[in-house]
């Protein structure tokens, strides 16, 4: 077996490019999602080590002195932060002449050629699920036996070698969570509408939904929700009750964890014997019923994708979901006492200044517990990337979707709606939803009767203002 680093190597400040991360950027409140795609190649491979720089704050020169120790590095990378993780690879290699390193993540997946081209110091990437890619890899196989690389030989050519088939037997997989205790810090890991510390996990992977902007289920995780038992799950979270007694709340990062409602309603019955606070991705149209029995059995909070407030915008997506529904699903949530966590996207397609201003009113009506608004960001991979390019809606200068501090650009733009329109109603879109009267006085009342949540919710209020800032000067 290889000595293997897995690396989520040092990027910009503050710069969140996990793969549980939607949109690999600095965000308006510094947050990090736990690296579950690294740490699950990296429970396969015995004698490993994980390094997630950015939350650890582990630096290049401390990277590349650890370099020295290993045989294979495996980098996880995305778009906007390919140049720069090229760069640290490069270094890598001056540091370890002999250290093998592939690249993992969405970017490659779909542009294996172009990402080893622009990458000398790549020698291969692993194309979509890359767990079982991995552990063959460090197991020092022949990389021609080596389903789902791409590589150069010995003749410098690349090389595509067949797809890897899709996982099945998602039980087959190690719990992650042994690795985040051997390798992470937990408290490093923070999300402004989760409870501190968290674990985030997967319990399945792929999503039946087909949004043209989303990211994982075009180009690595694949459109049907494959499952881990509700067993299966159940037994990481007793583990990990054992292994993480200060933890106060579990995320499933699935993309839908309610696509399967028998499913979700059977692992919340096993984290309610267990006591356990938990929270996780939905779709705005879970039926009543079960929502109460997740509720019942330990669930706090859902983070709903609204994306948009205008009909016409969620066809043009194939969001498949419908705003009366969402509207009602919305309104059980707050009757039932679950925190929704909603997450909106401008410059879309279809937006103009009437559809913002639609899904703006639509947000401060339906009054989630807390918003992101996001920027359309179209991904190599996805069919928004395909709909830009065709119409001419993605300029090449906005291609790396960030700025050069990794802060969210607005990379569309239309003949009636300027990226500078699109850009601006971020703050327009916040402003108004948290200024308002009923909103601020909910927070305050958070605020008095918890001293862990003033404190938090002020640390959050300073890191806005900067992001704004910061917003103002990429402007």
Not at 5 to 14: E, Q, T
Not at 111 to 138: C, H, W
Not at 330 to 352: A, N, R, V, W
Request: net charge neutral.
């Amino acid at each position: 077996m290889m000595k293997t680093l897995f690396l989520h190597p040092p990027s910009f400040d503050g710069f969140d490019g996990g793969a549980g991360s939607r949109y690999q950027a600095k965000r308006e409140i510094k947050s990090f999602w736990f690296p579950t795609w690294l740490a699950q190649p990296a429970a396969l491979v015995p004698g490993s080590k994980l390094i997630d720089a950015p939350p650890a704050r582990v630096r290049l020169d401390a990277v590349t002195a650890q370099a020295r120790n290993y045989e294979l590095c495996v980098m996880h990378t995305s778009t906007p932060s390919f140049a720069s993780d090229v760069k640290v690879a490069e270094a890598l290699k001056a540091a370890n002449p002999s250290l093998k390193i592939g690249f993992v993540g969405a970017k490659v997946a779909v542009q294996p050629a172009e990402s080893l081209a622009q990458g000398g110091a790549i020698d291969f990437v692993a194309r979509n699920e890359f767990d079982f890619t991995i552990k063959e890899i460090a197991e020092g196989r022949d990389w021609s036996s080596v389903d789902g690389i791409s590589y150069r030989n010995a003749a410098d050519v690349v090389i595509h070698n067949q797809d890897r088939a899709i996982l099945e037997d998602m039980d087959s997989l190690p719990f992650v969570t042994e690795v985040y205790k051997r390798d992470l810090r937990i408290e490093d890991y923070f999300i402004g509408y989760l409870m501190h510390p968290y674990i985030s996990l997967y319990t399945g992977r792929g999503c039946k939904s087909h949004c043209t902007f989303c990211l994982w289920p075009q180009t690595v995780g694949g459109h049907r929700y494959r499952v881990r038992s509700p067993g299966h799950v159940a037994a990481e979270i007793r583990q990990s009750l054992q292994m993480f007694p200060q933890v106060k709340e579990y995320f499933f990062d699935d993309d839908t964890f309610t696509d399967n409602l028998p499913r979700a309603e059977a692992i919340a019955k096993e984290l309610g014997r267990m006591g356990v606070t938990w929270s996780c991705n939905a779709k705005a149209n879970v039926p009543r019923e079960t929502l109460k029995v997740l509720k019942d059995n330990g669930l706090r909070l859902l983070l709903v994708g609204y994306e948009s407030g205008n009909q016409q915008i969620l066809h043009n997506i194939k969001k498949g979901m419908r705003i009366e529904v969402a509207r009602k699903f919305t309104q059980d949530c707050h009757d039932l006492g679950i925190k929704i966590h909603g997450t909106f996207i401008l410059g879309l397609p279809g937006e103009t200044k009437e559809t913002i201003e639609e899904t703006i009113k639509f947000a401060t009506e339906i009054n989630p517990h807390t918003i992101q608004v996001s920027l359309a960001a179209p991904y190599p991979g996805t069919f928004l990337y395909k709909q830009a390019v065709e119409n001419g809606w993605l300029d090449a200068q906005h291609a790396e979707l960030v700025d050069e501090s990794g802060v969210q650009i607005a990379p569309l733009h239309y003949p009636h709606l300027s990226h500078t329109e699109i850009f601006d109603n971020v703050e327009t879109f916040y402003k108004r939803f948290y200024f308002r009267a009923p909103k601020i006085a909910s927070i305050v009342n958070e605020m008095v009767r918890s001293p862990q949540m003033m404190k938090r919710r002020l640390r959050e209020g300073v890191e806005f203002f900067q992001f704004l800032r910061e917003r103002h000067d990429a402007a």
